[in-house]
């Protein structure tokens, strides 16, 4: 199927240890896992949605009479489902709720390279109740920073910012009328030359002086304490762009104090297409690997659930799309199939006689914690070891006398060095 | 969404144990497992089925028209992609291929209690090349049966037969156009009375005499030795008879010698519905919970993948229908939510001040495996205990003199006891 990843075992393999690492890194930091259904009723799904996204869903029909008649599709990403969640079972739940959810999601993306129409997302969110601190914001980030050095990638920076700054910036100019245009020529500049996102903006109509001041601010990036001292230098004082610059600082210092060693950066040019975010939002991208964009990102949104409960949850998320960036490490050569063989030994009777003596050493180390395959074809020796080659790293041929004696003898497959064992 | 499992986070905690119990399971007696995409062509996967298959299917359909445009369907188990990866990836799989797959499956099926729409299959399939001896049909029992031990079942019996000998009893009564609705008569006589099933098959018109010896017939069941001479009492010289006591002796006799302390017996009342199966069958009961019906089933096929091949490629499978039996285990009390808590310990910082010996002291415990919260709310004290009593067992508060000395106290959230760790 196009746009579907599938896998060889050894491959498999090594998608399967790296989305097992993200996995205990979250629940580490204490997150919790859920899971939640794979199809959703749309209406509930496209609630917040719309454009793209609703152009991209995956509609679910049933064949059968029997089956109800809501009008389903499939997810296209953990945050819907998320919001129905927290609030059916709200009263069970302690806030703040820290959640993760590792699975796969559907999106009908045009077939083209490394882009996938069915995904695995690894999201965190933490969900207050009422209001939530923005420290959280810095735990989100630093647990997928936690996350990412699972992954085969040489270095990688988190960039944030804060949606309040351009918004305050916008209100400082009286430019809140064309806040989705100019939030949206931002999020594309870096996917363009510098001259087309002049132009963007000069098309507007908004001025040249205005064009320099959001291009001065959106080249804004750095060390937190010089990015807090360019930002203060604007001199602006409404609420929402103060609001800001006091959210980056407090999420920033807190990340430094939270893991100090993770290379983070303030960049004015993240902003996040979706207007969902509120308030911080980050991306990451790989130094050695710039052109291959954004490998995870989130943010803060004030509410969650506003579409199904007058209580207020506030909360951040971030995700890693892990098949779209496991795609990416193979094709830069940072990820190969696993190198350990499926089973360590394989374990061959020559004849069926010898099985239940083979039974018992393989049912011992599997005790053990080992692998075990017991080669139960009636074929030569040779087909056999050919066989236990390819997949096991060691096997212990058991023929009558290493069957009565208990004595074995292990074979390296790769070196050909013989073990004694026990 | 009715039919979808949704559980809290503790009880998804206990789901999710219980699944990997049964991967490591798996994956210690050598199968590797693979994923495949949930959506397929709906002309493959219902190329062998129909009747009911083809009535529970989901639909997908895009909505945009960028996406291809095959008509595509979401998959209702996992023998449609297995067959369709095998055939595709046949040159680089070693055979036989010994494979897993543990994932979600779908279904419209009626709405009622304890039947889901979306459940885990976790499948243990062996494929062969050209042929594949019956010894491997007692691995695959024998390892469902490892798996199964992981849940918090008392006890369970497998109960295995080969639908070689209902056929061969049928060839010798003659009775081959009969053969489908014998089998389905059968396939159902333990969820009806004896008297059902008689005038079931007196219903098909063959006469009392042929009624009793197949009733006769489907009445035995034990132990190998014992089955195997009543079988043989028939007298049958029939190639298709003669060929199922043989393969249902080796099939018992290897599970004995792979593993003697499983519970198995021979029970011709085994036939499983499909026709897909060829050779040996087995399902599994639990003893004390009988009504439950089976919850591990599975058998042989001759060909996986005929629809796309010339190559033959014999093989045996059996499924785990995880969903359906952890809420049966919920049912009967015998699965509980996770009694221990998400949280080890839980960090709590007096004043953010703290929160770098916090953080400090989280990640050395982090480093040692442990899942650690750090509390980033700005409450009182007296909430924050709350907070960590409900997700954490261990509590380690940090005021100003403990970030500086370096000595803290844990406190268990539910003795009270106070511990010095270090």
Chains 1, 2 share one sequence.
């Not at 400082?172 to 903006?201: C, M, R, Y």
């Not at 001065?216 to 929402?240: C, M, P, S």
Request: glycine share 8%; hydrophobic share 40%.
């Amino acid at each position: 199927m196009s746009g579907m990843q599938e896998l060889l075992p050894s491959l498999q393999a090594e998608f399967n240890r790296l989305k097992s690492g993200i996995a205990e890194v979250y629940a580490h930091h204490g997150f919790q896992m859920i899971e939640t259904p794979m199809i959703e009723r749309t209406e509930v799904l496209l609630a917040k949605a719309g454009g793209d996204t609703e152009k991209q869903i995956y509609k679910v029909i049933k064949t059968a009479e029997t089956m109800d008649s809501a009008d389903q599709a499939l997810r296209f990403d953990h945050t819907v489902p998320l919001a129905r969640y927290t609030v059916e079972h709200m009263n069970d739940l302690t806030f703040p709720f820290k959640v993760t959810q590792i699975a796969r999601n559907f999106r009908g993306e045009r077939a083209q390279k490394g882009r996938f129409r069915e995904f695995y997302q690894c999201d965190v969110d933490v969900i207050g109740w009422n209001e939530l601190p923005v420290e959280y914001d810095a735990e989100v980030i630093v647990t997928l920073a936690e996350a990412l050095k699972v992954l085969p990638l040489p270095s990688f920076m988190m960039r944030v910012s804060n949606r309040k700054l351009l918004s305050g910036l916008l209100e400082e100019l009286n430019l809140e009328q064309l806040s989705e245009e100019i939030f949206g020529i931002v999020d594309h500049a870096e996917k363009v030359v510098p001259e087309k996102t002049i132009s963007a903006l000069e098309g507007l109509g908004i001025g040249t002086e205005t064009v320099v001041k959001i291009t001065t601010f959106i080249g804004i990036h750095g060390e937190r304490e010089a990015v807090v001292a360019k930002l203060r230098d604007f001199g602006f004082q409404n609420e929402t762009f103060k609001s800001g610059i006091d959210e980056l600082e407090r999420v920033l210092k807190t990340v430094k104090t939270l893991a100090p060693e993770i290379k983070v950066e303030a960049d004015m040019l993240i902003v996040r297409g979706l207007d969902y975010y509120t308030g911080t939002v980050f991306e990451t991208i790989a130094p050695d690997y710039r052109e291959i964009g954004s490998i995870c990102s989130g943010g803060r949104y004030e509410n969650l659930a506003g579409y199904y409960t007058d209580q207020k949850l506030p909360g951040v998320g971030g995700s890693i799309g892990l098949t779209r960036l496991f795609w990416i490490l193979q094709n830069y050569g940072l990820v190969k199939a696993s190198v350990s063989k499926p089973v360590e030994v394989c374990v061959i009777p020559i004849t069926l006689n010898e099985l239940e003596a083979a039974a018992k050493l393989a049912e011992k180390l599997r005790r053990n914690g080992k692998t075990i395959d017991i080669v139960l074809t009636e074929k030569k020796l040779g087909d056999k070891l050919k066989y236990a080659g390819k997949i096991a790293k060691y096997a212990i041929v058991l023929g009558e006398e290493e069957a009565k004696s208990g004595k074995y003898i292990m074979k390296d497959l790769e070196t050909g060095e013989e073990i004694i064992p026990f």
